[in-house]
């Protein structure tokens, strides 16, 4: 049975930076696009970043563009979101969820609410404050 595990979460300042993890067990990531979610107290979530067979398929939504970075190494059947330049906004709970590559037509098309997803973790805590 397949699992997503969320880690890396915490407290840090704004301008901050965390790199988040995303281990896969169960199922071999290679054949898998991942996407990072959040949810911040109050809201719906939302698509933060997408990466599809490699790390030259990826989307960003525009708030994290240029501070966030996905990747994702097969071999490990892990994924990462590198985040940088924290702002209080981005706290959330940050989620991983992964749907098989036959399943998708496009990275960007695939990073939004109503795609569906096969396997997704628990959630790991992002709080960006001073």
């Known amino acids: 049975q397949g699992q997503l595990v969320e880690s890396g979460g915490g407290l840090v300042q704004p301008g901050g930076s965390l790199r988040l993890s995303c281990a896969a067990s169960?199922?071999?990531?290679?054949?898998?696009?991942v996407a990072w979610f959040r949810q911040a107290p109050g809201k719906g979530q939302e698509a933060v970043s997408c990466i599809g067979m490699s790390d030259g398929y990826t989307y960003y939504e525009d708030s994290v563009k240029g501070r966030f970075i996905i990747s994702k190494d097969n071999a490990k059947n892990t994924a990462w979101l590198q985040m940088n330049g924290l702002k209080p906004e981005d706290t959330a709970v940050y989620y991983c969820?992964?749907?098989?590559?036959?399943?998708?037509?496009?990275?960007?098309?695939?990073?939004?609410?109503?795609?569906?997803?096969?396997?997704w973790g628990q959630g790991t805590q992002v709080t960006v404050s001073s």
């Open positions: 969820k992964a749907v098989g590559l036959a399943q998708i037509i496009t990275v960007q098309t695939m990073c939004n609410v109503d795609q569906r997803y096969e396997f």
């Open positions: 169960g199922f071999p990531l290679e054949y898998y696009a």
